[in-house]
């Protein structure tokens, strides 16, 4: 089972509103990872949770707050979005170490309004 | 820093035609190398990685790639392409921390 998960696929929110993406998955992989990606543009690294430890934040704004509760889930709380934060967030994983393949969900489309 | 140039940013072929889409990295130690592809409104999917060993890799659906060290390159090649292969094709590079760093990626139109 080389399979990520991400809940919901598509999520509206206001700017005022607070929710959470979710990812999970049970192939043991002990990194785990956030990006977004915007139309047309490559995925931009976010964060990088390493045995359940933030490893890598690339200077994301505190309106993103990423959680890692266990070695399987992986969740992205937002809060006060801006419209320019409308992507698609991508939650990925592998097994800890440079040489592993990294895995990909499938997304969840975010729009701010 | 770390970082990943590929040069194309949009290639038009003909089926049956040859394709070289290219790659170059800089990054201040061991590497690895990966190329993703993602079809139209799909995720992102792994066509092929290096790690070490033979520099000429081939990856799922007649992809190959080859690294060369002394041009810092991993291009991506395909003998003859098929409408199928429209997609965006996205080159990455990580490190021993855990990294991913990708491409700005190059969108492949091939015309039946």
């Known amino acids: 089972d080389t399979e990520v998960t991400q809940t919901p696929k598509h999520l509206v929110m206001g700017m005022t509103n607070k929710k959470s993406l979710e990812c999970e998955q049970h192939?043991?992989?002990?990194?785990m990872y956030w990006y977004k990606q915007k139309a047309k543009k490559p995925p931009e690294l976010m964060f990088v949770?390493?045995?359940?430890?933030?490893?890598i934040n690339e200077s994301v704004p505190s309106r993103f707050s990423p959680e890692c509760p266990n070695s399987s889930l992986l969740n992205l709380h937002l809060h006060a979005l801006q419209p320019e934060d409308s992507a698609l967030y991508l939650c990925?994983?592998?097994?800890?170490?440079?040489?592993?393949?990294?895995?990909f969900g499938p997304g969840t489309r975010l729009l701010v309004l | 820093a770390q970082s990943v140039s590929q040069h194309n940013h949009h290639v038009i072929l003909s089926e049956a035609a040859s394709l070289e889409l290219g790659c170059n990295y800089s990054?201040?130690?061991?590497?690895?190398l990966f190329w993703y592809v993602q079809y139209p409104g799909q995720h992102l999917q792994l066509l092929l990685k290096?790690?070490?060993?033979?520099?000429l890799v081939k990856g799922i659906k007649g992809f190959e790639a080859e690294f060369i060290k002394s041009k810092f390159s991993f291009n991506l090649r395909k003998p003859s392409v098929q409408w199928s292969d429209t997609a965006e094709y996205f080159c990455?590079?990580?490190?021993?921390?855990?990294?991913?760093?990708f491409g700005a990626g190059t969108r492949l139109t091939v015309k039946p």
């Open positions: 990455a590079v990580s490190g021993h921390n855990n990294d991913m760093r």
């Open positions: 990925a994983s592998r097994l800890a170490g440079g040489q592993e393949t990294q895995y």
């Open positions: 192939m043991g992989h002990r990194a």
């Open positions: 990054y201040g130690g061991t590497v690895n």
């Open positions: 290096y790690f070490s060993g033979d520099p």
């Open positions: 949770y390493s045995y359940e430890k933030l490893s």
